[in-house]
């Protein structure tokens, strides 16, 4: 497949971004393409590993997780900890549900699902306090999120 990927390509994973479940017939039914033609550009966007996989968007509100607040972390010392010991105990926390390495003012960048401001008190003081290597802590509460569609 030559890239940059072609309009219809891009048209394809629009929809797809906007709903992974929709099948080749049905995107072709939409681009005015076959379902094999659609199937094919669909097999070839995934060999190539434009599309590295699919995912189900998980509404963790109605899961009983009203609070998300995401942590700027930087290490106490570096050096001193080594940045995998932080993060294979990092990832250990179910909570955490995202963990991202990061340039500037901290070193990591967490997101944190809690049921509420008190749970999320207990992940604070009793996981994340007691991480290796942990120095200042910010925290920033979620108070909405507009989902925007990627750049394609």
Known sequence: MSF???????????L??????RSAAEIGRALGLTQPATWRRIR???EAGVIAGRRVVVDEAALGFGVTVFLGIRL????????????????????VQ?????????????????????DFERILRR???TLPGLGQVEA?????EERRPGPL
């Open 44 to 46: 070839r966007l995934t």
């Open 4 to 14: 940059p990927p072609d309009t219809t390509d891009l048209a394809i994973l629009r």
């Open 16 to 21: 797809l971004a906007q709903d992974a479940t």
């Open 76 to 95: 106490a010392v570096k050096g001193r900890v080594s940045l995998e010991d932080f993060e294979r105990a990092v990832t250990a926390i179910p909570e």
């Open 98 to 118: 995202v963990v991202q390495h990061v340039l500037g003012q901290f070193d990591y960048r967490l997101r944190i699902h809690a049921r509420d401001i008190a």
């Open 140 to 144: 920033n509460v979620m108070l909405s």
């Open 127 to 129: 996981r994340i306090m």
